[in-house]
C-alpha cells in the first residue's frame, strides 16, 4: 500500500513570498490533516478535511494560510504572504475514517523563510 | 486548552539500557492516546491505547495507559542506536483532533 505522498520535500522563499504544498493521502482514506511543525515542537494541528469538506481550521492562520481539497482526495495548502516564523515542517496525516484511526504521516515539506 | 506535556525532553543512554519516556495529557472527552517514533522524517505510529491499565507490547517497546491519573509510559528495554529518535506523545480528545507534545529526544549512544 503507498504511503502518503507530499512535494515539494524541501522549499526556500524569502519573506512575503507564496508558496504553495500538495498533499495525496493513502488511497480510500477519507480524512485529511495539515500539521505545522516547528523545529524543537510537536506537530500542530493546522486543518482537517472529512472528504472535501472542512472539520477543524480553528489553528490554521486565515489571514496568510488557505487550503482546499476540492475532489475529496488531494490536497494543496497554500501560505501567501510568508513570515519568517511560518518556517517548518509541514506534515500531511491521512486516516480511513475520522474517529479512533491511527493517522499515517507523509515525508512532510520542509519550509525555510529567509 | 487541551494539552500534552512529555518528560524527559532530552535522554542520553547507552546501547542495553532500559528508558521510560512520560507523558501527561489533560484533553477534554479523552478517547485515545497515541505515541510515534520520528527520527529524520515524518512520524511513524508505534501505539494507540483506549483503556486504562492494558499494556501494547510490540518487541522491545511496550506502552500502557492510565486513566485515572491522565499518564501513559513507553519503555524500551534493550536499547538499539536505532532506537535514537524523538518519541511524540498526542491525545485525541473530543474535538478528534490529536493534541501533540513537544517530544522526548532519545539518543542511544554504542
Known amino acids: 500500500e503507498a504511503g502518503v505522498a507530499q512535494s515539494p520535500r524541501y522549499k526556500i522563499i524569502e519573506k512575503r513570498q507564496s508558496v504553495a504544498f500538495w498533499c495525496n493521502p493513502i488511497?480510500?482514506?477519507?480524512?485529511l490533516y495539515w500539521y505545522q511543525q516547528i523545529l524543537g515542537q510537536g506537530p500542530k494541528l493546522l486543518i482537517q478535511?472529512?472528504?472535501?469538506?472542512?472539520?477543524?481550521d480553528s489553528q490554521l492562520p486565515k489571514d496568510r494560510f488557505s487550503a482546499e481539497r476540492l475532489k475529496g482526495v488531494d490536497s494543496t495548502l497554500k501560505i501567501q504572504p510568508a513570515k519568517l516564523e511560518d518556517s517548518a515542517v509541514y506534515l500531511c496525516?491521512?486516516?480511513?475514517?475520522?474517529?479512533?484511526?491511527?493517522?499515517?504521516f507523509g515525508p512532510g515539506t520542509r519550509l525555510l523563510v529567509l | 486548552e487541551d494539552k500534552v506535556v512529555q518528560s524527559p525532553l532530552s535522554l542520553v543512554v547507552h546501547e542495553g539500557d532500559t528508558v521510560t519516556l512520560n507523558c501527561s495529557y489533560e484533553?477534554?472527552?479523552?478517547?485515545?492516546l497515541l505515541w510515534y517514533k520520528q527520527e529524520k522524517k515524518a512520524p511513524t505510529f508505534l501505539f494507540m491505547l483506549?483503556?486504562?491499565?492494558i499494556e501494547k507490547k510490540s518487541g522491545r517497546l511496550s506502552s500502557i495507559l492510565d486513566k485515572k491519573e491522565l499518564f501513559s509510559i513507553l519503555n524500551i528495554t534493550a536499547t538499539q542506536t536505532g532506537d535514537s529518535a524523538v518519541y511524540l506523545c498526542?491525545?485525541?480528545?473530543?474535538?478528534?483532533?490529536?493534541?501533540f507534545g513537544k517530544g522526548t529526544k532519545l539518543t542511544v549512544n554504542p
Open positions: 483506549t483503556s486504562s491499565g
Open positions: 488511497s480510500g482514506h477519507a480524512t
Open positions: 484533553v477534554t472527552n479523552f478517547r485515545s
Open positions: 496525516a491521512s486516516t480511513l475514517r475520522r474517529t479512533g484511526e491511527t493517522q499515517y
Open positions: 498526542a491525545a485525541q480528545g473530543g474535538s478528534e483532533k490529536l493534541v
Open positions: 478535511f472529512q472528504n472535501n469538506g472542512v472539520v477543524d
